[in-house]
């Protein structure tokens, strides 16, 4: 449905011209966004023109849907204002802010958690652009931790804010993470992270509280900020990605926690690296190493490594790749069971640091070094990280084929389509899309075709 006409949209009509696409290039690309989002849209060049030229306003998702298609072809954010449809929208840039005011950060924490589960989850609907995290890596660089953030709240009603209010928010944090790492973040218990951060975690920023629970609780939301975006990365949702984790950067410089930081920047790192910005990628990891030296644990510094050498991977550079995973090897071993690492860290090891390193062969072309990491990865498969179980045995499908091993990557791809179907992450079906491509030179073989079969259920479910 769309609103009656209210005259030609000459910024729609101007900006469609500006980045090249016809009356039927957007609809194509506002259905497939929509499909994407499990909507189901029938828009053509008809309705396109009656956008334009007659100003009709589409209903729903759909004014993010346009922006997003026309954002992703020029490269940048364009917010629905630019394109003439500003009234369906009441917050186009909500989470995108990196105030420099402790208080104003509050505000744009507290915005997008509020926003977020009121039944309007289309308008996160925006085009992700990498440019976006600009800003906010930048101001985190040059002032990577807050000075007082006390707060007295004059309202008798606000909350006063202790240490075990923080405690709460910690353990759900906790909770969260184990419970994504093994079903994934589409599972159902997922939503319960931006719930927590509404209905729990936003009143306490907005209570009372000294300078020391305040830090505490700034980073104990911080950390609930970076897995909802996590969780939003890993569905496909990379438009609230990017604003979930722009909030978490803010929230870990108000917390002054340095690595916190680092850990988002890395987050941030990955997202970019995976939407096809790999010196970006590459940039961000390199930040969140630089700012850290000297601060974070061993471990800490070998992830971060880690994650740019994925980067430097995907941007092709061996070489650099190379170096950072040497690098990242080199810290890991300097970790001592007894350091302080912290709890969101709890994940990382050795099979971690195999795994990924895979994937960094993977990209480089190199599928005996892909094999050999591959299997050390997959050395210990465990329950409590389902979703990277999954991911590793894709990458060790496909290190298979490019060796010539058909038979062993059909197998390896069999058990991969099996993890997926007990988990809810888009990245993993994205993984396993990936192979089946790969393997389409090979279709008429029966493996393959059992493969394609295995996985049809998989495909064929709801994003």
């Known amino acids: 449905m769309s609103r009656g006409p ?151 009603s606000a909350l006063r804010v202790g240490h ?24 159902w218990r997922s939503g319960m992270v931006p719930e927590c951060l509404r209905v729990e975690a936003a009143p306490l920023l907005l209570g009372s509280y000294s300078d020391e629970v305040g830090r505490s609780l700034f980073g104990a939301t911080a950390e609930l900020t970076r897995l909802a975006g996590w969780m939003a990365f890993d569905t496909g949702q990379q438009e609230a990605a990017q604003r979930y984790y722009i909030q978490a950067l803010r929230l870990a410089r108000a917390a002054a926690d340095v690595p916190l930081g680092g850990y988002v920047l890395a987050s941030m790192s990955l997202q970019a690296t995976y939407r096809g910005f790999a010196d970006e990628g590459v940039d961000l990891a390199q930040a969140a190493v630089e700012r850290n030296r000297g601060l974070a644990t061993a471990r800490t510094m070998s992830f971060f490594r880690l994650v740019e050498a994925r980067a430097q991977a995907k941007a092709g550079d061996a070489a650099a790749s190379a170096a950072a995973l040497a690098s990242a090897e080199m810290w890991l071993e300097r970790s001592r069971d007894g350091d302080q690492d912290p709890a969101w860290l709890d994940f990382y090891s050795y099979d971690r640091l195999a795994a990924d390193a895979a994937e960094c062969y993977r990209d480089l072309g190199s599928p005996r070094e892909a094999r050999r990491f591959t299997e050390q ?26 060796s010539g091993n058909l038979d062993a990557a059909c197998a390896a791809g069999v058990r991969a389509v099996e993890v997926a179907g007990r988990i809810s992450s888009a990245r993993t079906t994205e993984y396993v899309k990936d192979l089946l491509h790969r393997l389409e030179p090979y279709g008429h073989e029966p493996r393959v075709i059992e493969l394609r079969e295995r996985a049809r259920p998989l495909l064929a479910a709801p994003a």
């Open 164 to 187: 075990a209010d923080v405690g709460k928010l910690r353990e759900a944090a906790e909770d969260a993470r184990r419970w994504d790492s093994k079903y994934g973040g589409g599972d």
């Open 377 to 402: 990865a997959l050395a210990r498969p465990t329950e409590e990280f389902v979703r990277s179980h999954g991911l590793r045995l894709v990458v060790s499908a496909v290190a298979e084929l490019e």
């Open 6 to 156: 209210r005259g030609p949209n000459e910024k729609l009509g101007t900006l469609l011209a500006l980045a090249g696409i016809s009356n039927a290039g957007l609809a194509r690309r506002v259905n497939d966004l929509g499909a994407q989002r499990g909507l189901t849209l029938r828009y053509d060049k008809t309705s396109v023109a009656r956008w334009v030229s007659k100003g009709m306003v589409p209903q729903g998702a759909a004014p993010h849907l346009i922006a997003a298609a026309i954002g992703n072809k020029l490269g940048r954010p364009v917010p629905l204002h630019e394109i003439g449809l500003a009234d369906s929208d009441p917050a186009p840039e909500v989470g995108l802010a990196f105030p420099r005011d402790v208080r104003e950060a509050v505000r744009s924490a507290t915005d997008l958690y509020r926003l977020d589960l009121t039944g309007r989850r289309d308008f996160l609907a925006g085009s992700f652009a990498v440019t976006a995290y600009a800003t906010p890596a930048s101001r985190w660089l040059i002032t990577p931790a807050d000075g007082s953030v006390e707060r007295h709240e004059a309202d008798s």
